[in-house]
């Protein structure tokens, strides 16, 4: 059997190094796995699924809605079919903040110097 590109585990705790006492950070989207992709989309369905490009070839890591999520396409830095390069910047953040779970990807917002 195949081991798990990427399990739910291992992405909890990589973004929970990412945020350290944090309600949000924003990192390069390689920063979120340990192995090298060219790509990285971000699809709503039933679960959310990440798709990792890895030499022309696109893997697809599924997780469940209660620990990771993107907001719909419409909302305002939404990731919902978008994709990624690892050099590329993303917000990684506490759905709520304070509370352990779960964590939401938002694309960098644009004009952000207020």
């Known amino acids: 059997m195949k081991t ?3 399990t739910e585990e291992s992405l909890s705790q990589r973004i929970n190094d990412l ?6 950070v924003t990192v390069q989207a390689g920063r ?3 192995f090298s992709w060219q790509k990285l989309c971000f699809r709503r369905d039933d679960v959310l699924s990440l798709e990792f490009q890895i030499d022309g070839t696109f893997h697809r890591v599924p997780l ?3 620990a990771f999520f993107v907001d719909e396409g419409h909302v305002a830095n939404s990731l919902e079919d978008a994709c990624v ?3 590329d910047l993303i917000v990684v953040r506490r759905k709520y903040p304070g509370y352990a779970g779960p964590v939401e990807f938002q694309s960098v917002p644009a004009g952000n110097e207020d």
Request: hydrophobic content about 20%; aromatic content about 6%.
């Open 4 to 6: 798990p590109l990427l």
């Open 64 to 66: 469940p809605y209660e």
């Open 32 to 34: 979120l796995t340990d």
């Open 85 to 87: 390069t690892p050099s």
């Open 19 to 24: 945020l350290s006492e944090q309600d949000s």
